[in-house]
């Protein structure tokens, strides 16, 4: 089976101008790999109507499997990914009444109530686009298949974007029959990355479905972190095979070196 | 004068996995940006040669006049960011002899002293590639201009990266004509974004040169930043009038809006 693959697409020029760090990417990432797919990229673009579109056609182009957007949901004249992915698929952007219901509720709660034109805007949705609640802010998030590619649209907003992948998106790709990941990870100490580098290396070779990676700096840890992973049950066994012969060769070859397991 | 365009490519699968938070692009962007670049992508991509080739051809389609390049220098195998640079140049990959002087006085120092076949990898370049010397970490950054596109490349260890931005390219920068970044931010309480955004679009409309942004939950604090930014001397006077004038309009509109200066 093919591994599946993923792109990750955050919008917002405040991750390009060095305002905001990209916590969305690292939460989606990790479950995505998780889960099974291959994250090809993950890419920063700006609230650009333009470029971003360019990009969109780019990314079609490239045919992932799965789309994973996060930003520009919202209600400011910037928050333009709905917009953007309209332009793109050539899909109608249309008054979702599903989503604006959503929208009226949530700010019928609020003390300045009503649905301005700039709350109603967050309803525009490209033809055919599924509804997905978001239970935590005001812009509702959207599901599409486009051409075959699975996308998901998110808030970029933390709290939002995650609680909106926890509870409709995370089942959902849980389902589908990816094989899932198996990983493993160990800490050395007394030891350099170029020293390692060889013998990580060979292992490597011997198990080339595996995923063999030294990290330094890992985390604000001291020393080198060793992680290696591979795909579906079968890679269980050989995960656990390949750490235990990475770390008699390193025993044999380096005296004095020092090994913890490691856990996140 | 036209503003000067960047992107910044962080080369790594834990950028893609989950494993490491991007911390480099925010410093990286926010230092660009400052320096009046605009920051137009932050790709994060894999250590596949092929595909980071591919990647890189097309980036080179768009003409950046500024790549910077992060991750993948090391001494391990899946350390490509210069054979990757030489495949999607056809510069050759040539061992540079400055670069392999620093790696072999870097080592001598270490306890496993010695130039290892992992550590002279680090010296091969693509032809014509200036050397920039690594003060805190064993492989050299470079500098490389590439049919008008300036390309630092650089390594992902951030404290590499940054001793090695601070002391080589940011002073390279900063002599260039760029008109350079002024901004003002200040912080709303008692208010959301949707109330806000009739307003911020007004200012934005009247000062079409002025970048006009509000964050919600920025940096967990509460309430809403708003960042109006130009760039140039002429923006100064600019930016602070529409902070005024956004300021005027809000306090006259919402009767119990709190605001307050915002100070990163």
């Known amino acids: 089976m093919d591994i599946p693959t993923a792109e990750i697409v955050c919008l917002g020029n405040e991750l390009l101008i060095g305002v905001t760090t990209n916590t969305n990417a690292v939460f989606l990432g990790r479950h995505l790999t998780k889960l099974g797919y291959e994250v090809r990229r993950v890419t920063c673009i700006r609230d650009d109507l333009k470029l971003a579109t360019e990009f969109f056609l780019e990314v079609f182009e490239r045919k992932p499997d799965l789309i994973l957007i996060s930003g520009g949901l919202g209600p400011t004249y910037d928050d333009i990914q709905l917009e953007v992915l309209s332009k793109a698929t050539k899909l109608d952007l249309v008054e979702n ?154 025993r044999k070859n380096i005296p004095d070196i020092k090994m913890e397991p490691f856990v996140d």
């Open 97 to 250: 009444e599903v989503a604006l219901k959503q929208i009226k509720k949530y700010y019928d709660k609020k003390k300045n109530a009503g649905l301005t034109k700039e709350r109603r805007k967050m309803a525009l949705m490209p033809t055919g686009a599924e509804v997905l609640q978001n239970y935590v802010g005001g812009a509702p998030s959207c599901y599409l298949n486009f051409v075959g590619i699975e996308i998901y649209c998110l808030p970029g907003v933390p709290t939002e974007m995650k609680d909106i992948f926890m509870r409709h998106i995370l089942p959902r790709l849980n389902k589908k029959q990816n094989k899932k990941l198996y990983e493993k990870k160990f800490q050395i100490f007394q030891s350099i990355e170029s020293q390692l580098a060889p013998f990580i290396l060979e292992i490597k070779n011997k198990h080339g479905d595996l995923y063999v990676k030294s990290h330094p700096a890992y985390k604000d840890k001291q020393g080198i972190i060793i992680h290696i992973s591979g795909l579906g049950e079968e890679a269980e066994s050989e995960v656990d095979k390949a750490i235990e012969e990475l770390q008699n060769l390193l």
